[in-house]
């Protein structure tokens, strides 16, 4: 089991809010936090930018840890990721992010 794949496909350990907590780099923290506010058109503080990995015990983004309906569907199923899922092929949650992410795409697919 790759702990490091996100349930969505998406790799963790290529995650720039991974590599800001794991190296505590507060610059990179703040180029995240400007990034996915512009992405996704809300506030989000470099103090909301650790997490250690979707899957690995410890600090998650608030929207990994509490929000994210990727996350809570496959930890409810009890599948490693998304790509193990029998629903994988038509479901319109985990398209959030395998419509924008070709290698989450591809690492779903390889499943």
């Not at 949650?93 to 499943?111: D, F, G, P, R």
Request: charged residues 25%; proline residues 2%; aromatic residues 6%.
């Amino acid at each position: 089991m790759n702990n490091y794949l996100g349930y969505c496909g998406l790799d963790c350990e290529k995650c720039e809010a991974r590599i800001a907590t794991i190296h505590n780099d507060d610059a990179l923290r703040q180029k995240v936090a400007k990034e996915w506010s512009a992405m996704n058109g809300i506030e989000i503080t470099p103090a909301m930018i650790n997490c250690v990995g979707c899957k690995i015990d410890g600090q998650r983004t608030y929207f990994c840890d509490v929000m994210c309906p990727i996350r809570k569907c496959a930890a409810e199923k009890g599948v490693e990721n998304c790509g193990r899922c029998e629903l994988f092929s038509t479901c319109k949650t985990v398209e959030m992010i395998t419509k924008h992410s070709e290698e989450a795409l591809a690492n779903l697919s390889n499943q």
